[in-house]
């Protein structure tokens, strides 16, 4: 890096990479570059917050016996994202997400997950909504979970609400909404973080296999290919496909 660039453009440009390594799924090197900016930076709050997703990210790939200890990794990365920027919206949503979904044993607690929940709604509602959605969902208040889904697409009129609210359609089977839904989410605005098309088509492709159009479940999987997708959501349309 030449001497004219400043440290914080350093900060900016290895948060950079970091992403970039992330999006295209080599967690490995994106958790290699964050390792070496975090401790130069430990109060770099958006780094942290990607180290959390790194290593959830991760989970699915470590051994079973480093799979809790790297589930606690994230949950320490969100919990110093939170300290580093109290007003980190998106790094408070984290912790209750992972509160809310994860098991027990590697650190789940629907009722930390209550609490956090409500901080979140008196910051921000669109949020305390989402989250909301989440926890009714996890306690299996399916009609009120959704409800607050609903509230929070409004609310937010972004990407992730409503891929939020699809997810939550297609665990319970309603292909019709899983196709308006994922609609919306394709024409909305959207985050770094927010999935990229070939979920998109991936979900249409379950939706439609659901529905027992299988044809427009084929055509919508050769989509989401064309998109060039890592080899996680490869893996996952390659399983679909196999189905059909």
Known sequence: VPDSISLSDTQ?????????????DDLKAANNTLDHLLPEHPGFDDALYLKGLVDLSLISEVSIFKKISTAKSALDSWQRAVGANPKNLDAHYALFAFYANAPRIAGGDLKEAAILQARLADMDEGYGALAQGLLESQLGNLEFAEVKFVEASQLLNRAGGYFALAQFYLQQERYINVISSIEAFVAADKRWFDPDPAVAHLFLARAHAGLGEKDEARAQLDLALEFTPNRRVRKLIDEALSDL
């Not at 900016?12 to 295209?24: C, E, K, P, V």
């Open 12 to 24: 900016l440009i290895r948060g950079s990479l970091a992403l970039a390594q992330f999006r295209l």
